[in-house]
């Protein structure tokens, strides 16, 4: 990964629309090299897919959630379960296991309370949990999709075979 790579994932992440001409124009390459790097990039999984953001006030999404969750078991097959709960729940957006008095941590996105005590609901009824602790957003006052690409961040993501060059 270097830094043609990480200025391309940074107009990528701002703007996946850019044709291969604009982004070789802004990185100072030609088109093919270019659309080689984003190919490669997109074979090793660094670009994962390319989406719409929507803004979510405007599809009727009013109510983001915080859902902290202590877990009753620390089970493979209750985490097995767990996980296929959450991807089973379209209102769940993030779901992290982490480390500390939570366990679990969830950003929900809900029309509205009712549609939130609905999801409650469907929550615990999935898998035995301790404690489930909600927290409403009240306003968001920052939001990105744009991870930022310090070259110390990267690990060398070049397959085996790419070793020498």
């Known amino acids: 990964m270097d830094d043609i790579d990480r200025k391309l994932l940074a107009l990528l992440q701002q703007d996946s629309t850019l044709a291969i001409a604009?982004?070789?124009?802004?990185?100072?390459?030609?088109?093919?090299?270019?659309?080689?790097?984003?190919?490669?990039?997109?074979?090793?999984?660094?670009?994962?897919?390319?989406?719409?953001?929507?803004?979510?006030?405007?599809?009727?999404?009013?109510?983001?959630?915080?859902?902290?969750?202590e877990a009753h078991v620390h089970s493979p097959d209750w985490l097995a379960d767990f996980a296929a709960s959450m991807q089973a729940m379209p209102e769940v957006m993030d779901a992290y296991r982490m480390a500390g008095e939570v366990d679990y941590m969830l950003r929900v996105a809900v029309a509205d309370?009712?549609?939130?005590?609905?999801?409650?609901?469907?929550?615990?009824?999935?898998?035995?949990l301790k404690n489930v602790t909600s927290r409403f957003a009240m306003e968001r006052l920052k939001h990105s999709t744009a991870y930022p690409l310090a070259a110390r961040a990267f690990r060398d993501r070049r397959a085996p075979d790419d070793a020498e060059g």
């Open 22 to 69: 604009q982004l070789a124009d802004q990185v100072g390459l030609s088109a093919t090299p270019v659309w080689k790097r984003v190919q490669k990039l997109e074979q090793l999984g660094v670009i994962m897919r390319r989406v719409a953001l929507v803004d979510p006030e405007q599809v009727g999404i009013g109510l983001i959630v915080f859902v902290a969750i």
């Open 113 to 128: 309370m009712a549609e939130f005590d609905s999801f409650y609901k469907r929550l615990i009824a999935a898998v035995p």
